[in-house]
Nanobody, 120 residues
Framework: QVQLVESGGGLVQPGGSLRLSCAASGSIFSINVMGWYLQAPGKQRELVAVINSDSSSNYADSVKGRFTISRDNAKNTVYLTMDSLKPEDTDVYYC??????????????WGQGTQVTVSS
């Protein structure tokens, strides 16, 4: 079907920056929404940022002004540029894509998660 592969997580000091990437592959006709979420064990899924096919975007209040979501439609890839990172940004970040497949069905794909740790 559709696979999402994330990269770019790691350890960074407070105030630093990271850039997450998520590439989609498989039976893709088009990708409608792409985004990044948090989901800690036992907790509800939490939006970080999403971007539509027209590049309009939405952010969680906690990351507005610090994180920027973007996408490259030719590469089926979404990026999350994270600046001014804080220890409370530490979490596993999951990529999401709302895909129309080549058979014109809808498929909701999730990545495996990438760890972001902000610590001195």
């Amino acid at each position: 079907q559709v696979q999402l592969v994330e990269s770019g997580g790691g350890l960074v000091q407070p105030g630093g920056s990271l850039r997450l990437s998520c590439a989609a592959s498989g039976s893709i006709f088009s990708i409608n929404v792409m985004g990044w979420y948090l989901q800690a064990p036992g907790k509800q899924r939490e939006l970080v940022a999403v971007i539509n096919s027209d590049s309009s975007s939405n952010y969680a209040d906690s990351v507005k002004g610090r994180f920027t979501i973007s996408r490259d439609n030719a590469k089926n890839t979404v990026y999350l540029t994270m600046d001014s990172l804080k220890p409370e940004d530490t979490d596993v970040y999951y990529c999401y894509a709302d895909v129309t497949t080549v058979s014109r069905t809808f498929y909701y794909a999730w990545g495996q998660g990438t760890q972001v740790t902000v610590s001195s």
